[in-house]
């Protein structure tokens, strides 16, 4: 790279469980983004920012693309995906090594009709075991589209990703960097605080209850060396209520110490954090509240 400074916005999408957040995370190291083994655990179109020396790549993780389903969240889910193909200088496409399904189709389809340079990369190397068996799979891959810039590697597993993001970097324009370099993300706090609960809640639940909660900071407030903050999870049945409360409050609990700490590193503070449960049925139908996720 020449000493001029690059700066590009970059999409990352993919179809459900990709390991698109999970990339994400580990490009920025932090995990603000939501990873479980599940679909539909990110929501909203996050933003990252990962200053280099040179180049500052302000990366937008999406909700995965899933055509299948028909409530309200998941079509407002999707919406927010295909935005984030438009007005950004570089997509990044995940896929798997050996799956290509109707969502991989119709997510190049509409790449096909922009004109951000395109990286495809190849996640979950890590499955093949036979290394020589990694091209024939670049190769088939290369006959779909004329990607810009094919990388395969393993987002769980690879700890720097240099490859990739020395390819992103390739096509972004020359620019002043959009943000400071200490920067992480342009969300706000109460977005940061929300998404870190949820994300600690749906992993802690994973096993037991679908993905029917979500989350809301009630109070946030900041001194010199605490941060006081109360967040409400809404479930949508009273019996879901009661699997993430737990006996004798045990899982509320587990939640609001792992989120605690993660406030903690978060904001360089200590964080005293109350957690609600509450409920507010059907609640994915609900206009209002899912408008919160739109982008």
Wanted: aromatic share 6%; hydrophobic share 40%; proline share 3%.
């Amino acid at each position: 790279m020449s000493g001029e400074s690059k700066c590009g916005f970059v999409s990352i999408v993919g179809r459900a469980n990709v390991g698109k957040s999970t990339l994400f995370n580990k490009l920025l190291g932090d995990q603000l983004s939501v990873t479980t083994h599940k679909p539909h655990t990110t929501r909203n179109n996050i933003r990252g920012i990962l200053s280099l020396e040179l180049c500052q790549l302000v990366l937008v993780d999406t909700p995965g693309v899933q055509l299948s389903h028909r409530r309200l969240m998941h079509r407002v889910m999707l919406s927010n995906a295909l935005s984030a193909l438009q007005e950004v200088d570089v997509v990044m496409m995940l896929v798997e090594p050996y799956v290509w399904n109707r969502e991989d189709d119709y997510l190049l389809e509409q790449i096909g009709q922009i004109k951000a340079s395109v990286v495809l990369v190849i996640n979950k190397v890590d499955k093949i075991k036979d290394k020589s068996e990694l091209l024939p799979v670049i190769d088939a891959l290369k006959s779909r589209h004329a990607f810009d810039s094919i990388v395969p590697l393993s987002a769980l597993y690879d700890q720097q990703a240099t490859a990739l993001t020395r390819e992103l970097c390739r096509f972004c324009p020359p620019s002043e960097f959009l943000f400071p370099r200490d920067v992480k993300w342009d969300r706000d706090d109460a977005f940061v605080v929300a998404e870190i609960v949820r994300g600690v809640a749906m992993v802690q639940l994973q096993k037991e209850l679908p993905y029917v909660l979500y989350t809301e900071v009630e109070t946030l407030e900041f001194a010199e060396s605490l941060v006081t903050v109360s967040v409400v999870i809404w479930v949508e049945k009273d019996s879901q209520k009661a699997i993430v409360i737990g006996k004798k409050g045990s899982r509320l609990k587990a939640i609001g110490e792992q989120a605690r700490r993660r406030l903690e590193r978060v904001f360089h503070r200590k964080v005293m954090l109350s957690t609600w449960v509450k409920v507010k049925q059907n609640w994915q139908d609900q206009q209002g509240i899912v408008s919160r996720f739109k982008h």
